[in-house]
């Protein structure tokens, strides 16, 4: 009984000491590594995500709800593909994910009726629905790949638009494509 009492005095412990460093340091607590890290990690009020090397923050067209990233040799031109990052409520929880994805899926075919809608499902780094669209339409330059972190009541957004030219350049470079940097995101998100 008194190893009990002692086990659970020491898990309050260190749940308060948690919770100490939590409101001190905002959330997240990056920890560094001894290796120089060369992409740049972004951390909202609700996440943190690191973007991939290659690609920077395009100020002068985000706004307060959304930061925009392209190639960093791109970032003057216009039509460059270019990765969205917000967050998008819902009234969906965790385990309402089936009714979030229809949801999704539903919005993309009524506002891209041209384009050929594919999708696909798997689970983040940190072990969260990811939620995945792609919209092709053959008659544009680019395609839109959506990917979406489910939250309680919360998706993290990533939207991709990749200009077909731009990806088959990074291939023949063997850079990582606008989808591949979209996924990474997505996949490295971690919520707050």
């Known amino acids: 009984m008194a190893d009990r009492t002692g086990r659970k005095r020491g898990g309050i412990i260190a749940a308060a000491v948690l919770l100490l460093c939590v409101q001190i340091f905002g959330g ?55 990765i969205t990052c917000s967050y998008m409520a819902t009234n969906y929880t965790t385990t309402e994910y089936e009714q979030l994805r229809d949801m999704l899926t539903n919005d993309i075919l009524y506002s891209r009726v041209s384009a050929q809608i594919s999708t696909n499902a798997a689970y983040t780094d940190s ?28 998706c993290f957004c990533v939207t991709v638009k990749e200009y077909r030219s731009e990806a088959d350049e990074a291939r023949a470079a063997q850079k990582s494509t606008p989808e591949e940097a979209g996924k990474q995101i997505a996949s490295g998100f971690v919520w707050q």
Not at 130 to 136: R, V
Not at 148 to 154: A, F, I, P, Q, R
Request: proline share 2%; no cysteine.
């Open 28 to 82: 997240y607590v990056p920890v560094l590594q001894a290796e120089e890290q060369t992409a740049s990690q972004s951390s909202e009020e609700q996440g943190l995500y690191t973007v991939p090397e290659g690609w920077s923050e395009d100020t002068s067209r985000e706004s307060e709800t959304e930061k925009i990233y392209r190639y960093s040799e791109k970032l003057e031109e216009e039509d460059s593909s270019s």
């Open 127 to 154: 072990k969260d629905y990811l939620y995945i669209l792609t919209a092709d339409d053959a008659s544009l330059d680019y395609r839109e790949i959506f990917y979406y972190v489910v939250g309680e009541l919360k």
